[in-house]
């Protein structure tokens, strides 16, 4: 029993190490990885999975294969990358990334490069460019340099190193020529010893060269009995001794010479190049020597006039290309950064070697070169898992990182980047522009180019929808009610619909993918001759600011129900009311314009209050100061209503308080008399609906007669004054100026401020209209008396004043049901109306109906709706309809990154959409 | 201030007055007195609860009694430092301002100790005594591969000898590379070094046994390879030359190895280079400011770490080039390292301090018992004195700071520093801290000065209480009453360690600079004046 508890004790105890060891050391990762591309890189495995999957556990790969065919383990998290190719990590047969070191020994065995190696270095700039692993040199200043490594460059830092001392690096090159004297420090120094001047070292040219290291090795090898302690050459004897391999350097062809000849004596090695093999692509091929190619392109800036030879690079590749025996590994040379490794290999394409050996080049072979290829270069199963997912094949300049993962941990992540490049078949810009194997780009949300080819910022991601494809801006739901969940209620002129939207859930989410990117949502009532507002939204979007494109996209009529000249005198008194009010706001700004001005030019802009207290001499003079008794009658009141009212005059102005029966809200009755008429409104809270209005004669002392109006209705109103002392209520005179004579602003009326905009004709007006009598009112009243724009919406007569339509640029949210029966034919309004020039849009009348909003569209295909006239209606010309051009509808730059990627012709019913895209983010 | 009360027995009359005398006699004499008793104080043992109100006893410089209530010998000057705060004397862990030059030219140059170059008259010793430091390693800087031999000594004395406590005690190491070197160098001559040290032990060892048969008249009658396994044992200590000496001290184990890993990459070779050498037991590790990024490693090894002086690294990512910050101390604290926090002389006037040192690991969510380790004990057992000193505990070295509040408050002020029993410092009489809070031209005469001091109301007429102690000072400055805040109460000072040999130098250099200040401030008045 106790032995039990113990050693259960002990187990616990031993996987909290373990775990803790885990922690630190970096177990590596688990996953499951799924791309469109898996290449493998293994010897009889096919070149490229398409859909493939790696199976990570722990760091290393458990299988590799096609999706489906391979079991995958459910404990692991799964990351798909559905446009990106996965391929091993890059292996860089060579760099310099350790420098130099700073001996003075011509030949040393001692230096290790791993010693100058940063376990803990951030190499995500190079891992950005696919390289994962890396043979470091110890330096190729001296004839035997050192030891090199091949190292990691992610992970955790224990797992970096994966040789700790590699091949011996031995240097025929001419920077190796005089090396400096070898100097001993004498301790203590004394007047017995004497300091002698420092050895010269070999070798002074390339004479010296390989006697001078056959010499060495020779000396090392077999020291004298009472030789002096020398570190350098014990460790390179000790190194030879254990039959260290030799790495080569030499880039000249004479030096290359001595070089092949030197390994084949040594009956192995490995030959490091920056240009000239292919004056031993021979040799090498006998002997099959691994061979390091060092590729130089002057990619930062054009070389110089002696520079690099190119001829050279192409000599040498061809030559390569005609020895598949050599064992091939690419690098980079001189002037490019470990970075740019797949451009120096792509160029390799340039001479002529075939795509396999070059990928091999860079991934498999070179890992077998370094001898680290049961380790990475290939993906296969037992391999470590450092591998990476590009945007698109290797070769293609255009390909960048999209993830590197080292021990299947990533290594490298681009930060977060907002760039997308979406490439197709088709690019639908507009019925008039499409482009062939073109690409979209959108950064930061919105569309930044579009065409044949655009740039593709570092980091960004690209989805190749391929050569079927067609992608559309975003589509628009004219009029739509998402979000709303079911509250069919109206809404007053002032409220926002906007406001009752926040993230997008499931509903709006399938809203998206359907492809309808952009609702413009409308109450489904209360409209009326008041007018709602109407916000265009988003249907996806993470928060309200993502979602909302406008709070204010239109002012929405419905006068359906109305008859046409009732529904005329309201529609105008609304639009008066708004004329109004805008004509105020632009007193003001007028006024501040003026004031500022002024102030700039340094004029005195405080204006003492305009005295208009020109008081009556008497009450008596007055005509109307004192307590009237007024009657309101007509219009819908049933029977006439008395009151009291106490009248004051100051001036021109007339202020007047309801006194009896007693008002329970605040209200204030004012105008201005010009000696016989008053004009003015009644200042209450009418819930946004704007004041009543009235005028007054005095048509005999005392007495007066008028009306009020509000709304469209009209009152009469007879008043007879009854007492003429002066009222004791308060005059306010509102203030109209601030301190330093600026002028105020108005207050703003949020149910007029939709009307302003519509004045400023900076929002459409939208009018649900059904017979051809309310078209004419509605088009008489808003384009030829306001000149304003204007929308239709239903509009089933529309076709009767097509022409004026067309002519006036009215356009036509075509009613919900796309196929109707005129005159016991099928009739298509929106084909009638697009054909005879009046531009159409589509709406759901629905909320999450907007869904099959392209179901519509594709029966009014094939119903003969032209399909290039259907696309107008979802995007372009919807957008206009609603003054939205500028944010959506369209895919040229400056618009919002809304795409739909279809996987054929948009309005054929078997075509998918495949992915949608809002605000440069895939909806998923 | 410090109310010094001699001890009131029951003869308190001709009895104290004869004690008074003795103590006067042995304070000229130069001997401390023998039994010193703080009275009043909080005390912050580092080891152990805290006292609230407690009194330590101080016998023949060393701490015998510690708690609230302790039984006082009736010899025992009693000092009272109610309101005052007790502390264990800091320790430095590693510092090189002591030195002439901190780094030597020579890469490996274990034949140098600091002896010396120590140069006692360095303000940085006066600085250290008023910031409450009591111990000192002196070690040479980062810039080397190999060092010399290091001390620990205290911030007084007038030479080397007199300063120090622990004259060898391990030998600088570096990692980074030396100014003008790589890794790769750095290593190979690292590796080469102990390698060499073999070859050389081995070859001491066949010449020795030559040597041996030579004396004893035999022929070398076995090959090289015996005769260097027999002459293992034949050799002496003086055989060494200078330049193997200290490393086969290194290695033998009486010298510790005190390694610099200025980064995190620096850290492995570090460990590893200490593990082959068979010194990962007696290594300290001296870390740069991103060598925490190693924190495994230095996790597996277990031992104790010198931080850098800046405790917050900052990085700016290589992509987006966002600036992120570390806490240092907080990630070692975390992975269960003990460390030591520096004074940072280079920095600002905070970072001197290493009480804001650990002010700030507590601010950073260190507890505060193991922020003040790390200015106390840690430093100590580093050094191997951690039985010696590093806390208030009975049996340790009486090396004690009294600050005016609590010690991580940084208005506190050091009041007093006990070492080995002695007051070596007293700010009342600091004259630095005077001339710095003296109002300008007020030391011209000694007249003025008075003027100037009666102008602050109490100490005047404190001090002109003539006190219950005898007056016996024969320095003018320690007799001129300027407290350095008016409402302390200074009466003239302390009288047992007046005549301490190291504190007349420190007093009598501060004269010194004193005298040369009131030159400049005369000058600088006649042009006022003018």
Known sequence: ?924 | MTKLEISRGAGRGAAGLLMLLVACAAARAGEPPAKVALTGGRIIPVVGEEIAKGTLLIEHGKITAIGEKVELPHDAMEVDVSGKVLMPGLINAHDWQGLDVPNENADVAPYLDVYDAIDPSRLFFENSLRDGVTAIHIIQANNCVIGGVTRVVRPIGLDVDEMTIKPRVGIKMSTTPKGGFDRMLQMAMLRETFLELGDYLERLAEQRYEEEQKKAKKDVDVGPAEARKLGKELVRPEDYDDMHANLVELTGGRLDAWIYAGAAMDVGPAIKIAKDNGLLDRCVLVLGPDSFKAVAELKAAGRPVVLDSTLDFRERDALTGELAETFVPKVIHDAGLTFALLPNPDASLAERYQTYQAARCVREGIPRAKALEAITLNPAKMLGLGDAMGSLEAGKTANITVYSGDPLDFNSWVELVYIDGILAYDRAKDVRIRRLFQPPGADEKPDEKKEGAKDEKAPAADETKPGDKPKEESKPEVDAPAPPKPEEKTPPGEDEKKDKPKEQDRTSRGDRDGGNRKKDATRSGGGSDA
């Open chain 1, 1 to 924: 029993m106790l032995s039990r508890a113990m050693l259960s004790t002990c187990a616990l105890a031993a996987l909290a190490v373990c775990s803790a060891g885990a922690g630190e050391q970096g177990k590596g990762g688990s996953l499951v990885i799924k791309a469109a591309r898996v290449m493998p890189v293994v010897e009889g495995q096919p070149w490229v999975i398409e859909r493939g999957v790696v199976v990570i556990r722990d760091g290393v790969i458990q299988a590799v294969g096609r999706e489906g065919e391979v079991p995958l383990p459910p404990d692991l998290p799964v990351v798909e990358y559905r446009d990106e190719t996965v391929m091993p990590g890059l292996v860089a047969a060579s760099s310099d990334l350790a420098g130099s070191h700073a001996g003075d020994e011509a030949v040393a065995g001692a230096y290790r490069a791993v010693d100058a190696f940063d376990r803990y270095g951030d190499f995500r700039t190079t891992l950005a460019g696919g390289v994962t692993t890396v043979y470091v040199d110890p330096g190729r200043h001296r004839l035997v340099a050192g030891v090199g490594a091949v190292v990691r460059l992610g992970g955790s830092a224990d797992s970096r190193v994966l040789r700790e001392e590699g091949e011996l690096t031995v240097n025929f090159v001419e920077s190796v020529y005089g090396p400096p004297r070898d100097v001993e420090y004498i301790f203590p120094a004394s007047s017995d010893v004497a300091i002698e001047p420092g050895k010269r070292q070999r070798p002074d040219s390339r004479l010296g060269q390989l006697p001078g290291l056959r010499e060495a090795l020779e000396s090392s090898l077999n020291p004298a009995a009472d030789a002096k302690f020398n570190y350098a050459m014990m460790t390179l004897g000790q190194r030879l001794r254990a039959n260290a391999p030799i790495r080569l350097r030499a880039d000249r062809a004479v030096d290359l010479a001595q070089a092949v000849d030197f390994l084949r004596s040594r009956k192995g090695g490995i030959l490091v190049s920056a240009g000239e093999v292919n004056a031993v692509a021979g040799p090498l091929a006998e002997a099959k020597l691994p061979l390091v190619y060092e590729v130089s392109l002057p990619t930062r800036r054009p070389s110089g006039n002696l520079g690099v030879n190119p001829e050279v690079f192409e000599q040498d590749i061809q030559a390569l290309a005609a020895v598949p025996q050599v064992p091939l590994a690419l690098s980079v040379g001189a002037g490019m950064g470990l970075s740019e490794l797949h451009l120096a290999a792509a160029a390799a394409q340039r001479a002529g070697l075939s795509e396999e050996r070059i990928i091999q080049g860079v991934t498999r072979t070179a890992a077998e070169v370094l001898g680290v290829g049961d380790r990475v270069g290939s993906l296969a199963p037992g391999r470590d898992a450092d591998l990476i997912v590009l945007t698109g094949s290797l070769l293609d300049s255009r390909s960048h990182v999209r993830r590197a993962y080292v021990r299947g941990e990533v290594a490298f992540e681009p930060p977060g980047s907002e760039s997308l490049v979406v490439r197709a078949g088709t690019i639908w810009v507009s019925p008039a522009r499409q482009i062939e194997d073109g690409e979209v780009l959108v950064e930061n949300g919105r569309i930044q180019a579009t065409g044949r080819s655009v740039p593709r910022p570092p980091y960004a991601r690209v989805i190749d929808a391929g050569r079927d494809a067609v992608v559309t801006p975003g589509w628009i739901d004219a009029l739509g009610h998402l979000g709303l969940r079911g509250d069919a209620g109206g809404a007053p002129p002032d409220v926002k619909l906007s406001k009752a939207i926040g993230a997008a859930d499931v509903t709006d989410r399938r809203v998206a993918l359907s492809g309808v990117t952009t609702v413009a949502l409308s109450p489904y009532r209360g409209g009326g001759a008041t007018g709602a507002q109407m916000s265009a939204i988003k249907s996806d979007g993470a928060t309200r600011e993502q979602r909302v494109v406008r709070d204010t996209a239109a002012l929405w009529f419905d006068v359906r129900d109305l008859d046409p000249d009732a529904a005329r005198e309201q529609l105008k008194g609304r639009l008066e009311a708004g004329k109004k009010y805008l004509e105020t706001w632009q007193k003001y700004d007028k006024d501040l314009k003026e004031w500022e001005e002024k102030r700039k030019a340094g004029q005195a802009t405080e204006t003492k209050p305009a005295v208009t207290e020109q008081t009556s001499k008497t009450a008596e003079e007055d005509p109307l100061t004192g307590t009237w008794q007024g009657t309101v009658s007509g219009g819908p009141i049933p029977s006439p209503e008395t009151g009291k009212l106490a009248v004051k005059l100051t001036g021109n102005q007339v202020e007047a308080r309801v006194v009896e029966p007693p008002v329970p809200m605040d209200h204030k009755i004012v105008g201005t008399f010009d000696g016989k008429t008053i004009t003015g409104r009644i200042e209450i809270d009418t819930q946004g609906n704007g004041f009543p209005e009235f005028d007054a004669t005095i048509d005999k002392p005392d007495h007066m007669t008028g009306t009020i109006r509000f709304m469209g209705i009209t009152v009469n109103l007879e008043g007879e004054r009854i007492e003429k002392k002066a009222p004791e209520f308060k005059v306010t005179k509102s203030k109209t100026r601030g301190k330093d004579g600026r002028p105020l602003p108005p207050k703003v009326d949020e149910a007029l401020e939709p009307l302003k905009m519509l004045m400023e004709k900076k929002i459409p007006a939208v009018v649900s209209v059904s017979a051809h009598t309310q078209i004419d009112m509605v088009l008489k009243l808003f384009v030829e008396e306001y000149q304003l724009p204007l929308t239709l919406a239903h509009a089933e007569e529309a076709f009767i004043h097509a022409g004026r339509l067309a002519e006036k640029q009215v356009g036509v949210i075509l009613p919900p049901v796309v196929v109707r029966i005129q005159k016991y034919l099928p009739y298509v309004q929106g084909d009638d109306l697009s054909r005879r020039g009046v531009s159409v849009a589509f709406q759901s009348d629905a909320e999450d109906g907007a869904r099959s909003l392209r179901d519509v569209g594709v029966f009014a295909v094939e119903r003969g709706m032209s399909a290039d006239a259907v696309l107008a209606a979802f995007t372009c010309d919807a957008a206009k309809l609603l003054k939205l051009e500028d944010r959506v509808g369209s895919l040229e730059p400056g618009r919002d990154g809304d795409l739909v990627i279809f996987d054929g012709p948009p309005l054929d019913a078997g075509t998918r959409v495949q992915r949608v895209i809002i605000n440069g983010r895939e909806v998923e």
